[in-house]
């Protein structure tokens, strides 16, 4: 018998695969079987969807969960990237293990009403010890599928770099620390709820060393690896100022243009770059509504994809771009996509698309995530619209949920276990979770109680 059976859905079970009136069997975390509403098997549950679309969960490949503990901060709100990042580094210098375990709880938990049921976050402040095992502890206590990256800075201020020294670690601090939490969180077996990547910040933040040394632990631990890349006019400034040479070249030269790494944003490559990158299997994240309001630019996902490199979508962080949600990425993506190249460029099916295998493909995992063929892990939504906002769409469900926003998650699960229901989170710590994250996003922000 089924543990589980979501009917009476449209069910998208990747490009190319969907099925009007049908149905998803979940047994032990896994997709067991998919087909038409009418001949589905025994469960000890079913669920039905009401006709509503069904997706695999969405996957976010670049976020920073503890910046919605500085959302929406004023003073930075209008400043370019690098003014950005400079305005915010000595608030973040304040983190800790209580701050880092409610931000990354809420985040986890924002992702899930959005439609998300696998994440990394890109956790490269480290004023104190022991922040990405906070993390861990969040995700487990959630139950959601988590992907943390080692992020890493070496050069502050003193250094030429941006950051202060408060959150910068020696070289060797960062690859001792590296190895214990890949030795202790890695699980690279079938259905893994976590596995870890490395990520030094970005070429500006972190020395030679560290890059080559990273990429060499990749290969001895059987890793990926990630960073931010070409992500602004500056990093090029910079990058030939002190390296002499594009920061694709310099990727290259530390040996990271291979199929293990994925990087964020890659605006600003040249075009010969992209051909390069994407010979070599280097993916993509775009991250269209951070882009966007920060005001520099975003990667050309369809190009990209034209070009042979898999793109995926992610959130950046939460106080560049102030929200958690896939959906709204994918939406921003499709209409971004459509803006650059006109109507005929991009179809709801391609933001999808890299909403959900794209993603699987930056993590390394398409055998199991981002589709839902039988044998998939059974993380998927049941997608939640008013009947005003789809008043009238009666031909194209897929279509009408970019289109007709907004969308939210109605039902959650990862690995076979509801999440989100009837577009709630069922965690009943949450509100005890929000008083403490107030708490501390208001010492962190220097507000009154």
């Known amino acids: 018998m089924m543990d589980c059976v979501v009917r009476d859905a449209h069910v998208y079970v990747k490009r190319g695969h969907e099925i009007a009136g049908g149905w998803v069997a979940v047994k032990d975390g896994r997709v067991h079987s998919v087909g038409s509403t009418g001949d589905e098997p025994e469960a000890?549950?079913?669920?039905?969807?009401?006709?509503?679309?069904?997706?695999?969960?969405?996957?976010?490949?670049?976020?920073?969960?503890?910046?919605?503990?500085?959302?929406?901060?004023?003073?930075?709100?209008?400043?370019?990237?690098?003014?950005?990042l400079t305005g915010l580094y000595p608030l973040w210098a304040k983190l800790d293990e209580e701050s880092v375990y409610v931000s990354t709880y809420v985040a986890m938990t924002e992702l899930l009403m959005g439609g998300c049921t696998t994440s990394m976050d890109h956790m490269y402040v480290h004023p104190k010890p022991f922040l990405i095992d906070a993390q861990f502890r969040a995700a487990k206590d959630i139950g959601f599928r988590f992907y943390a990256t080692r992020g890493s800075m070496t050069r502050s201020v003193e250094q030429g770099g941006l950051?202060?020294?408060?959150?910068?670690?020696?070289?060797?601090?960062?690859?001792?620390?590296?190895?214990?939490?890949?030795?202790?969180?890695?699980?690279?077996?079938?259905?893994?709820?976590?596995?870890?990547?490395?990520?030094?910040?970005?070429?500006?933040?972190?020395?030679?060393?560290?890059?080559k040394e990273s990429a060499k632990l990749a290969e001895t631990y059987d890793l990926r690896l990630h960073t931010h890349l070409a992500e602004d006019p500056e990093e090029d400034v910079y990058c030939k100022e002190v390296y002499g040479c594009t920061p694709v070249e310099y990727f290259e030269r530390v040996g990271w243009a291979t199929k293990r790494s994925w990087v964020a944003h890659f605006i600003y490559p040249h075009s010969d770059e992209i051909d390069r990158?994407?010979?070599?299997?280097?993916?993509?994240?775009?991250?269209?509504?951070?882009?966007?309001?920060?005001?520099?630019?975003?990667?050309?996902?369809?190009?990209?994809?034209?070009?042979?490199?898999?793109?995926?979508?992610?959130?950046?962080?939460?106080?560049?771009?102030?929200?958690?949600?896939?959906?709204?990425?994918a939406r921003t993506a499709l209409l971004l996509g459509r803006y650059r190249n006109g109507p005929a460029s991009m179809s709801a099916r391609d933001a999808l698309d890299a909403a959900t295998i794209g993603g699987a493909a930056c993590l390394g995992w398409q055998d199991e995530i981002g589709h839902l063929e039988p044998g998939a892990c059974a993380d998927l939504v049941v997608w939640h619209m008013s009947d005003v906002a789809l008043a009238g769409a009666l031909t194209d469900p897929v279509e009408a949920w970019l289109r007709c926003a907004p969308a939210v998650a109605e039902l959650t699960m990862v690995a076979g276990v509801p999440l989100i229901e009837d577009a709630q989170p069922v965690s009943k710590d949450l509100s005890d979770i929000l008083a403490r994250h107030a708490r501390q996003a208001r010492r962190i922000q220097c507000l009154q109680a």
Do not use: K
Not at 45 to 58: D, E, K, M, V
């Open 163 to 211: 950051p202060p020294a408060s959150v910068v670690q020696s070289e060797d601090d960062i690859l001792a620390d590296s190895v214990r939490l890949v030795e202790a969180y890695h699980d690279d077996s079938p259905g893994s709820m976590s596995r870890v990547a490395l990520a030094p910040c970005s070429l500006f933040s972190v020395t030679e060393r560290i890059m």
């Open 277 to 329: 990158l994407a010979h070599a299997g280097v993916c993509v994240a775009q991250c269209p509504c951070s882009n966007m309001l920060i005001g520099g630019g975003s990667a050309d996902l369809m190009e990209l994809r034209r070009r042979g490199m898999p793109v995926g979508l992610g959130c950046d962080g939460s106080a560049s771009t102030d929200h958690a949600s896939m959906w709204l990425e």
């Open 44 to 84: 000890r549950r079913t669920i039905s969807a009401g006709g509503r679309l069904l997706t695999p969960g969405l996957i976010n490949v670049h976020h920073h969960m503890y910046q919605n503990l500085t959302r929406a901060y004023a003073p930075v709100t209008n400043g370019t990237l690098f003014e950005w």
